[in-house]
């Protein structure tokens, strides 16, 4: 009897506590500011699961204009591979992706889908990178799990699972949420009931004055291959203009 | 021995406590008992070829692959979808790490001026795009022949599991997830399938060959016996050896494998034959007037040297084993010689303890009895008279015509050789051979810098020249991977012509897909890559030539412009086992012989007796081998135990020569002292003879084509040493030891 008490108690508190809801955790993410243009470099680490360690060097462009998103990415280092680049341009469901090699010193169109493909050979895919900051709030069920504490910061705990008829990559993934600025920290895929990768941004850094999160150290591993990705952004520049010529053929051969 | 039997007869409770306290404390490991029968079960854990197999899973993921063929019309909207499903499925179950079928394969072609990278199959499958699709890979390198049969009848998935998984479990589960959605025939074949196969056929096995040999020996104890009691009680302390053995094997963390798996049957059909000898002369004794504890004292003083001798040297024998570098065999040596010194101790112990506490039997008959066998035991040693030196030259033929035949024995440890020629693991097996150019797989690691158009050309060549030999279905590495990429970028098949191309040309790759997919071919700096070659799945000794020719083609195309070339895989491991095995075989042979006969020598304080004691021994062996070499029986895990096991079982010899020996001493002369050793032993020895037999004819119940061979080649051996022991060691005995002036021999005891 006591225990029911003490349970029926627990539960009330709890509702308390639990005042937000999932649904509103995810929409309060999903509202923060985004930059309008972004150009940075990119250091990628792969590391596999014997700690053997590779690292590539990008520079980053990308663009948010209306429904247009632009990116072009190029390849510093490794020296083999530098001058390679890659060219998105999505308009609404239409993505228009070119690659040029120089080796082969020509720009080609790819077809097909790449959402699921990986992001510049990392353990990060084009859909986890797409979707870092934007995960739509409405196709999903959000339901808040728990609240944590994390060095003196409130975490939500939020589980996402994608409703029917939404088309993702992931059957569930478990969020947690910084309650003070509305940035996830940590991201859990999970893939046919299991596990598959986690995210964790272990570096966010303010920007315009604090109108920006930018997450500027991440890491993706594979739970199963034990193969991660470490990506940390150098050398920001958010907001500034970017002409349109940078995503460009042109641009990229040079 | 005596003050043994003293012991029990005086204090007979303390004796069955003390045995039932320890059975539980032993017993209680059963349930821990695991079974094994992965090929590490097989190579010592520091073996340099198994050491770079760790390493090249490590670094690839799994180098072990199971292959399904899912049999019905692959190229229509639902074969692929049900392949789609199944392949969805099986990538879930537990164990599996990567699974490839025409359901996950990726397509990259060019279209009108684009390079298109998508799945091989569109998430909607209509009718109209089945005849692209098709045309797509079956020009494919890397997938026609290889995930679709050329007809189109069998759809293949690869599956890549873990190799530290039970396969039992994993062969039951990715069974049940392919049938789920495929209705059609499947067949599912590779070293982890077959692993799994055996494992399963062992279990099945094990309490059947138990109960068979079980029944056997009770058969043969009631024939010699007409008792209960002389059936229940030799049945009693092997069943006890059996226990604390395998007890002991649960609380050392053994695993039972293939070949361990005779153990119960071994120690069954060996400890039985103790108990036999005390029991057969405590009723003589008993009929001899003798009330029954002095009967029971004698009975263990006049035979327990025998039995102790015998059990000492089956003891040795399977003992040796432990030399072996295999551990499944060296854990069976020391189980076996520890289960049969139980059984010893149960019939020198316990048995006597029993006795003393049972009321004398009703009826008495004395097993040593003149009766037909007895007669003819005499009729023997009649004719052995004069005939001494034709015997004994007989014999040497036979020696020199053995050893001349076992120079031609083959080694056998591959794993198909297990299973019986219609037995569904071969049937599949032998399908999937047939229809995708191969079960098994070889792996040839390229050390060296990947990204040199060279070396992929090199690579590219030797995968062309070994795709030439008929046993090799197809052989798959980066080289084919860039090739084709060049070819979509380029329109025509070649390799990139610098460095810097392919290393874009492999990023392009890593970005297009699952970069998991790379890894299985090639490191991610680019340092070391993996050639896997298909091969059929082939007798030992072809398969060791196979990799022999196709190393020497690596050395000559692929080690000019590399760093290292090494070939690895589990079948290269088992072809290291059976070198193993060839050599563990002389020397735990050797080392046999020589403990049997240093045991006899000492226990009879003479090394001529000792020298001749094993003469029907070594004949035996010899005999063995040379029917295997004669009629083509290859030395394998299951046959590599039968000489150790002879020496278990086939000590009879002592029997005979210690009552030998005694009837010198009492002043016989030699030729009288060979006929009553006959008369007296000649009998006991017949019934082991059966029991020891008959208990291993249980094995023929096996699942296994080895152990099959195994029980027949045993059939044989307990026969012949047998007869060796009846009419070679008398002759050898009149021969070379006519005098014996030492004290009583069965008081040293």
């Known amino acids: ?254 | 021995m005596e003050a043994l039997s003293r012991f029990a007869t005086r204090h007979p409770w303390s004796v069955i406590l003390l045995f039932l306290a320890i059975t539980l404390a032993l017993g209680s490991g059963l349930s821990r008992l695991r079974f094994d029968n992965s090929p590490e079960s097989f190579v010592p854990p520091d073996l340099p070829a198994k050491r770079l197999l760790d390493e090249v899973r490590d670094t690839f993921g799994s180098a072990d692959m199971a292959i399904a063929a899912l049999k019905g019309e692959v190229w229509s909207v639902e074969g692929l979808e049900a392949l789609r499903a199944a392949t969805e499925a099986v990538a879930g179950v537990d164990g599996v790490l990567r699974v490839t079928s025409l359901a996950n394969a990726q397509r990259m072609e060019e279209a009108d001026g684009d390079l298109v990278i998508e799945d091989l199959l569109p998430e909607e499958l209509t009718p109209a795009e089945i005849p692209g699709i098709r045309d797509y890979v079956e020009h494919h390198p890397l997938y026609a022949g290889r995930l679709v049969s050329p007809d189109g009848r069998y759809a293949a998935v690869i599956l890549e599991v873990d190799p530290g998984q039970d396969m039992k479990r994993l062969n039951r589960e990715i069974l049940n997830a392919l049938k789920a959605h495929w209705k059609g025939p499947i067949y599912l074949s590779g070293t982890p399938a077959l692993s799994g196969y055996i494992l399963d056929t062992m279990q099945r096995d094990l309490p059947v060959q138990m109960a068979v040999a079980a029944l056997i020996i009770a058969l043969v104890l009631y024939l010699n016996f007409r008792s209960t009691r002389g059936v229940l009680l030799p049945l009693l302390t092997v069943t006890t050896a059996l226990v604390w053995s395998l007890g002991l094997g649960g609380w050392l963390g053994f695993k039972l494998g293939s070949i361990s798996s005779i153990l119960p049957v071994v120690v069954l059909a060996v400890g039985s034959s103790f108990t036999l000898h005390i029991l057969n002369r405590f009723y003589h004794e008993l009929a001899h007037g003798e009330d029954r504890p002095a009967a029971i004292r004698l009975a263990v003083r006049e035979t327990g040297l025998g039995v102790l001798v015998s059990a000492l040297a089956a003891g040795a024998g399977l003992a040796a084993l432990y030399t072996s570098s295999i551990p499944q065999i060296k854990f069976f040596g020391v189980l076996a010689a520890f289960g049969v010194l139980v059984a010893f101790l149960g019939a020198s112990l316990l048995a006597p303890a029993v006795l003393a506490l049972l009321r004398n039997p009703r009826r008495l008959l004395d097993p040593e009895r003149p009766d037909a066998i007895s007669r003819l035991m005499f009729a023997l040693g009649d004719w052995l008279k004069g005939r001494t030196r034709g015997i004994l030259v007989a014999a040497a033929v036979f020696l020199l015509l053995m050893v001349f035949f076992a120079t031609r024995i083959q080694v056998e440890t591959s794993f198909l050789a297990y299973f019986p020629k219609s037995s569904p693991p071969r049937v599949a097996t032998e399908l999937i051979d047939r229809v995708f150019g191969g079960s098994d797989t070889l792996t040839v690691v390229v050390e060296g810098n990947l990204k040199d158009p060279a070396l992929l050309r090199a690579i590219y060549r030797f995968e062309e020249e070994a795709k030439a030999q008929p046993a090799v279905g197809s052989a798959v590495s980066i080289a084919d991977v860039i090739r084709e990429i060049h070819k979509t970028l380029t329109g025509s098949y070649g390799f990139p012509d610098s460095e810097e191309a392919a290393a874009q040309e492999l990023l392009l790759y890593q970005m297009s897909g699952d970069p998991e997919e790379l890894a299985r071919f090639i490191t991610e700096d680019a340092s070391a890559a993996q050639i896997t070659v298909q091969v059929r799945s082939l007798p030992s000794s072809q398969m060791e030539a196979l990799v022999h020719r196709l190393k020497d083609l690596a050395e000559a195309t692929i080690a000019p412009h590399a760093d290292a070339v090494k070939f690895t895989g589990t079948t290269v491991l088992m072809l290291e086992v059976m070198r193993l095995i060839l050599h563990d075989q002389y020397v735990s042979l050797i080392l046999a012989l020589v403990l049997v006969a240093l045991f006899n020598a000492l226990l009879l304080v003479s090394g001529r007796v000792g020298a001749v004691s094993v003469l029907p021994l070594g004949l035996t062996i010899a005999g063995q081998f040379g029917l295997m070499g004669a009629f083509g029986i290859p030395l394998d895990t299951a046959t590599a135990l039968i000489a150790a096991i002879a020496i278990g079982v086939g000590d009879y010899s002592v029997h005979i020569i210690v009552r030998y020996l005694e009837e010198l001493r009492k002043g016989a002369v030699p030729e009288a002292a060979a006929r009553t050793s006959l008369y007296v032993s000649g009998r006991a020895v017949f019934f082991t003879a059966l029991a020891i037999g008959g208990g291993f004819m249980a094995l023929l119940f096996s699942g296994f084509a080895p152990i099959q061979t195994f029980a027949k080649l045993m059939g044989f051996t307990v026969g012949a040493t047998a007869l060796f022991a009846l009419t070679v060691l008398p002759a050898a005995l009149l021969t070379w030891v006519r005098r014996y002036r030492n004290k009583e021999v069965v008081e040293r005891a």
Do not use: C
């Open chain 1, 1 to 254: 009897m006591r225990k029911g008490i003490i349970g029926l108690a627990a539960l009330l508190f709890l509702g308390v506590a639990l005042a937000i809801t999932g649904d509103e955790v995810m929409q309060k993410v999903e509202a923060r500011p985004s930059p309008k243009t972004l150009h940075g470099r990119m250091v990628m680490t792969l590391v596999n699961k014997q700690g053997k360690k590779l690292t590539r060097e990008l520079e980053l462009w990308s663009k948010e204009e209306g429904d247009v998103k632009k990116m072009l990415i190029k390849f510093l280092a490794p020296a083999d591979v530098k001058g390679t680049a890659f060219l998105s341009i999505q308009k609404g469901d239409k993505q228009e992706m070119k690659l040029y090699l120089p080796a082969l010193k020509r720009v080609r169109r790819i077809a097909g889908s790449q959402k699921k493909g990986s992001f510049m050979g990392s353990d990060f895919s084009y859909d986890d990178i797409a979707k870092l900051g934007s995960l739509k709030a409405k196709d999903f069920t959000n339901t808040l799990k728990k609240e944590e504490t994390e060095g003196g910061v409130k975490l939500y705990v939020v589980e996402a699972v994608p409703k029917p008829g939404v088309e993702h990559t992931y059957d569930r993934q478990v969020i947690w949420v910084r309650a003070d600025i509305y940035v996830p920290v940590r991201i859990e895929f999970y893939k046919k009931g299991k596990l598959y990768k986690v995210m964790t941004l272990e570096k966010i850094e303010s920007f315009a004055g604090g109108k920006y999160q930018i997450p500027t150290r991440l890491t993706m591993e594979n739970v199963r291959t034990r193969h991660k990705t470490v990506l940390e952004q150098k050398d920001l520049k958010l907001d500034q203009p970017i002409p349109d010529s940078v995503f460009t053929e042109r641009f990229m051969k040079r």
